[in-house]
């Protein structure tokens, strides 16, 4: 095999993206019924969409659902299967995403990072242990009082620089290749509006993952759960042998969930059950849980138990009567990418060319690729460096984004060699 093009993506391509875009809020909102859900996430739409013009590619388009497509155009007369890249815009609901200040902490040599804002956020090894592999790396934080946005932020500028190395470099021989950035993933919608046929890929890879090297294929497979309790409600005064709190059942209910199968006592390949938010009142009193589980058939034991709890909680509560909704969220992808091997075969590949030890996960989420691996373009997840998302400690690696983004360039490469 002759040698192929050397690569190097340079570390301001990647870096001076990623802190301009976590600088513009792309919070989404769950309790929106639009699409975005916040028209802020086009703000950021509009800036991609430019970049990916000044680059050169002529097809960059935001469209009314705030969703991009674009092309890298294809450097090779072979036949290769038409790849798609996809990050997400959104930045999780959970904690703020305005006014992010990113703060570089150069040349990082161990220890702690204290962060200026809010000294109570310290990342430690401990707490944080891939910092133990960044010893020399610059690492990019918040400065406390919000999250980064590296979930998945990161991503975008892996793929945006990528994108710009390729258009600029021909002599990396690759098939068309098509951009996706989704809105709304942080809140299960990310790919409710895409135009699979305007896509038009036929594999795909989301950059929304951890550590250096690290692969995912498998991940949970996800239902929401609501139970609708319906009490019976009286002057509080007069309420001995009336009154039956659809708040106090509720408590009741959650007060008998099983300890070891929440999500702060699993982890690895165990699912859990996790209410989420308790609303309502006396007389009507709504539980939303999320049910996950690698193997399907578990969400349905997990969602079978808790309506045998909420029975057993009724028996005490006469008059009172519970409703069940139950709405899939998503399935595990190993499903649909295991009938095509290559495509993670060539991820492992594409890193080893980087340089980088590949590394088989499992996803304990899930991401726009388990949806799309549905949908018709098997899709895994491929590190991005982001950690600790979703709080006020998430921090990201420069040289661990630079090979991501080598990364995506090598996937190309390779699939356009085995074509």
């Keep these: 095999m002759a040698d192929k093009p050397y690569v190097m993506i340079p570390a301001e391509s990647v870096t001076d993206r990623f802190l301009r875009y976590v600088k513009i809020d792309t919070q989404s909102d769950p309790e929106s019924p639009t699409v975005p859900s916040t028209a802020k996430q086009k703000n950021l739409g509009k800036v991609l969409v430019e970049e990916l013009k000044a680059i050169g590619i002529k097809d960059a388009e935001l469209d009314e659902h705030g969703y991009i497509y674009a092309t890298i155009p294809a450097t090779t007369t072979k036949k290769v ?213 690698f193997v399907t058939e578990g969400l349905k034991k997990k969602e079978d138990m808790l309506k045998e709890i909420t029975e057993k909680v009724l028996k005490d509560y006469p008059n009172s009567t519970a409703e069940f909704k139950v709405v899939e969220q998503y399935r595990n992808m190993k499903v649909m990418i295991d009938k095509h091997p290559q495509i993670v075969k060539y991820a492992e590949e594409a890193m080893k060319r980087a340089k980088i030890t590949p590394h088989m996960q499992s996803i304990r989420g899930g991401t726009d690729g388990a949806r799309l691996s549905f949908m018709g373009m098997p899709c895994p997840n491929i590190f991005a460096g982001e950690h600790a998302f979703h709080g006020k400690q998430e921090w990201v690696s420069v040289q661990d984004m630079q090979k991501a983004a080598e990364v995506v360039v090598r996937i190309a490469e390779v699939w356009e060699e085995k074509a």
């Design 81 to 293: 299967p038409v790849l798609c890249f996809c990050s997400h815009m959104d930045t999780s609901p959970d904690c703020s995403g305005a006014n992010v200040n990113p703060i570089v902490h150069k040349n990082y040599q161990g220890g702690n990072i204290t962060l200026p804002n809010d000294k109570t956020q310290v990342l430690t090894p401990a707490s944080h242990p891939d910092l133990n592999n960044q010893k020399g790396n610059d690492i990019v934080t918040a400065d406390g009082t919000t999250l980064l946005g590296a979930d998945n932020k990161a991503g975008l500028a892996e793929i945006m620089a990528a994108a710009e190395y390729l258009m600029k470099h021909p002599e990396v021989k690759h098939g068309a290749i098509r951009i996706l950035f989704t809105p709304d993933e942080e809140i299960g919608r990310g790919v409710d509006k895409v135009d699979m046929k305007k896509l038009g890929a036929e594999f795909g890879y989301t950059m929304d993952g951890e550590s250096l090297g690290h692969i995912e294929a498998e991940n949970f497979s996800a239902d929401a759960m609501s139970i609708i309790i319906n009490g019976v409600s009286a002057h509080p005064g007069f309420a001995k042998g009336q009154m039956e709190s659809a708040i106090k059942i509720a408590g009741a209910i959650i007060d008998k969930l099983p300890k070891n199968v929440s999500p702060e006592a699993t982890e690895g390949m165990e699912g859990f059950v996790h209410p989420t938010s308790v609303g309502g009142g006396i007389e009507q009193t709504t539980i939303k849980f999320i049910i996950r589980d």
